[in-house]
Each structure stands twice: as C-alpha cells, then as structure tokens.
C-alpha cells in the first residue's frame, strides 16, 4: 500500500446508499474534529439492501472513482449492505485504506456478549450475506449468532414514523424470534436502525445491550489513521479556512439536506448533485 | 410519426421500475393475445416512487433505448411514476408510439365518477407531478380530485403483507383523509396496489370505485395499435413458434421470476439480466 506520498491534510471519502450513512459520519466528526470529510449518498439508486452482490459491487467502484477525484486519504463504507457485499471486492483494487462498518459492530458485540449468544438486523442483503456470523466467528468460534432481515424498518424511518405503534407492532414481530433464542447483545445492521433505538429497547428490555457499529467505525478509522500516518496534524479553524464537510448526492438533494440537518450537529449548506453513473 | 416501414409484428416494449409493471403486462397478454411483449423491470435502481423528474428521465431514456435495441413497434410506460415523470419529455423524442398509465387511469376514473369527487393514491413523486389530477381536470374540469402519497404500500407489498394487520392500520391512516372528502372513485396510482384490492376494499366499503388503470391502459394501446396499422396479423400459434413474451431486468433475476410466477397466468423460463447503464 502506498500511502507515503498521500497529503495527511486530504479528506476522508465516506459514503452510504442515501442519508443513514450520516449517522457514522456524525461519529468521526464528534471523535476526529481535526478531519475533513467528503459525504457521497447514492440517492438516485437507494436503496441498496434489496439488491445483488454484482450491483452493489459496480456502484461501490463507481462511487469511489468519484471519491478519487475529490482526493481523499482513506474512505469509510458507511453502508452495511455495501460492507457486506462490496468491501473484500474493492479493497483488492485500492491503493488508499478503505474500512467498513460490519467489522467494529462485530468487534463490539463480541466483547459486549456476556451469553455469546448475539443477535444482528438488518437488511435483506446484508443478512443474507451472512457477513456479520462470518466476522464474529473469526473472533470468537463458540458464539453463536441469530440474524433476522427487517426490510421494513428502512421505509418507516424514511417515513418519520420513529415512535408509531405501527412502527412498534412490525418491529415486534421482527425481534420476537431474535428474543426467544435469549441473545443478550443485538447489533443495529443497518444505519437507519440507530434512528429506531428508543423504540427497539422499548421492545426488547433493559438487558439486552444494543450495538451501534457507527461509534466503533469512527474509533477504527482513528486507529488506521494513526497507524498509516495518515493523521491531519492541523487544530480546527474556527471559523474554518475551507468548508472542513463536504457533500455530494446522485438525486434529490434538497430532501437530503431536511435529513442531514436533522441528524448533523450543524446546518449543512451545499449539497452538489452528480451524476454517478458517468464514473 | 414514421410508421410506415414498421414491422407490425414486432414486440410491445413494456416497462417498470421493477415487478409491478407485470400487471400491465398481464392485462395486454390478456387482452391483445396476438402481441408479442418484451417486458424490462429496472430491478437495480427501484423503487423510482421517491426519485427527482431529473433522474426518471434519464432511467426511462436508457431503457427506451435499450427496448429498441429489441425491436419494439411501440412502447407501454407500465409505471405511474415513470409515467407522471417521464412521459412528456421522452414522447417528442421518439419516432415510435409510447404510452403511460396514467391518462388511461383518469380517463376511467372520470367517466366512473358520480359525484365529481376522485381519490387519487400513489407514490411520493407521482403524487407530488399532480398528474393525476392535470388530466382529469382536462377530460372535466368540473371534477374535484384529492391525492395522498402511500409510501409504505409497495414495501409492504414487496414483503408479502398484503392482507396483514399493519398494512390495514397503515391503509386506513392513508385512507381516512380522502374518505371524509366523500369521494365516489379511487383511482390506485401505482402498479403495486391492485394487489392490495382486497384490502384497500374493506376499508373504503363498497360504494366506491376502485380504478385500476393497468386494464385501461391495454384497452388505449390496443385502440392505438389499430389506429396505427400496427397490430398484429398472426394468429397466436399453439405452440409459439418463438417465445411470445421476452423478460430483462437489471438486477435479481431470480427474485423477479418467482414474483412474476406468481402474478402472470404462466410460468417464465427465462428472464435475462443486463446492465442498463450502459445505453
């Protein structure tokens, strides 16, 4: 890996399917102040958890050519379902570091299980992909893992119902077969999934510990960076010398600026619309 | 129009953002049995329910384009979004006869109509192009027309709730609004929801009309195919020389022909995969 004459001083490429991606990005800006951060949310084509391993794979490489050429030291995944199916495959053809979300959320819940029974949601693709089981095992082989699709969820955070009975009556059926098998950790697989935590410890308890992989990405991509030198050695300006957040999206732009200022601690205030499938 | 030299036993192109197209497809095989159909259900990008008129047109200009590269007489919209979205732009475009749904769902509409009050249901962005109620207002301006976006219908479809409880609770929350406007007719403005006839059925009772534009829709090309000199002269042959009826997607080939075993009133054999971005 070449990374000697990377500029330490360039962004970190971060992108998702659409906005949920901005609940990790929300965590490297709270961990790592110093870095700045170039946000693709593919729109246009979200989302991705119903689709194939072949498709997800084109749109990963299309999208980090164009994180390429925004000049970035290192990308964050920030999708589990493009983790899960995408990340082995493009991580081979890229000379930057590129890290997903599916590793830290199984680090978290292996050191978090108590019973080594952990369970993990998300969607369709990302558990039919069966990569969080594959992950965990490599670090502990005597947990075993339950894994159950919420393919619903998505549409109803899109939809603002976070605190529905509606809402609540699907997330119960979903989680009922998760709870009969006595997990006692469940990761949150998916990033809208976070959006919905109030109302899933409302379901299932106090006891059961519920993992958030965004937090852990951001503390692996600390880690990473130090380790490659890849740190940005300049204090944050305030106010800043350049826009230290950038944002791009393949559609609907205006929408995703609603989303994003409800969840980033700021006001976001360009948002560049691409056209990603020239890339 | 250059209709001349066409061939009148080529295919009818036939288009969705994914699976619900198949019930437009259905009522043509139906209807105008002598027609050969080739259907493409853009599987990698669905759903287009949320997606800007920017980005439809770009979608519905690669799959036209890719339609005449089969050799199609004439091309059928089978999407209400497309449909709202796309059709004008693409129309002056071509050299060929295209259609959408969603003139052939209000003209039905407004001839069904007692009271001069419509109800109209769909997607976010069919909803929000108010064409729907644009075409209505040009057969009777007379007619009151009353719209409301379903966005949870067709995921909730896609799971195979559809005569579940939380997909009654979640229709009777997008329903109740247009029921206290005492509307007579309502029209189902996505190609998913005739699937959910049943249970759109208990909750509005039964003195309202519920518009399905798909058998419309077959109805208007058959008329225009006549008008044209296009239909077809040949006699179904009994077994089909070649295969009447052709399928693509871009994305879950598979997946797509269980859901279409399931809606046409034969069994697939073959559906081809391509990639769609490149037309």
């Not at 006692?184 to 308890?205: K, Q």
């Amino acid at each position: 890996m070449e990374t000697n004459h990377m500029d330490c001083r360039a962004s970190i490429g971060v992108f998702d399917s659409g906005v949920g991606g901005l609940t990790v990005a929300r965590e490297i800006m709270r961990n790592l102040p110093k870095e700045h951060i170039v946000y693709f949310g593919d729109t246009a084509r979200v989302p991705y958890g119903s689709k194939s391993k072949v498709t997800i794979v084109r749109y990963a490489r299309q999208i980090i050519h164009f994180l390429r050429t925004q000049d970035v030291k290192a990308i964050v995944i920030a999708c589990n379902t493009a983790s899960a199916l995408a990340l082995d495959e493009v991580e081979k053809e890229l000379d930057i570091p590129i890290i997903g979300v599916i590793r830290p959320g199984a680090r978290v819940a292996v050191s978090a299980t108590r019973n080594r029974r952990i369970g993990v949601i998300g969607t369709e693709s990302t558990i039919n992909s069966h990569m969080y089981q594959k992950l965990i095992y490599e670090e502990d082989p005597a947990i075993t893992v339950y894994e159950k699709a919420c393919p619903l969820f998505c549409p109803l955070v899109e939809e603002g119902w976070l605190k529905d009975s509606v809402t609540k009556e699907v997330a119960r059926r979903y989680l009922d077969e998760l709870l009969e098998k006595d997990i006692d950790s469940l990761i949150l697989g998916c990033t809208h999934y976070p959006l919905l935590r109030s109302l899933i410890r409302e379901i299932v308890g106090e006891k059961i510990t519920l993992v958030n992989p965004a937090y852990e990405t951001a503390k692996e991509l600390g880690e990473l960076l130090k380790r490659e030198g890849l740190e940005n050695p300049d204090e944050p300006a305030d106010p800043p010398a350049t826009e230290p957040y950038r944002f791009f999206v393949s559609d609907m732009a205006e929408k995703f600026g609603h989303f994003a200022n409800s969840i980033l601690p700021y006001d976001i205030e360009t948002i560049q619309k691409i056209n990603i499938e020239e890339y």
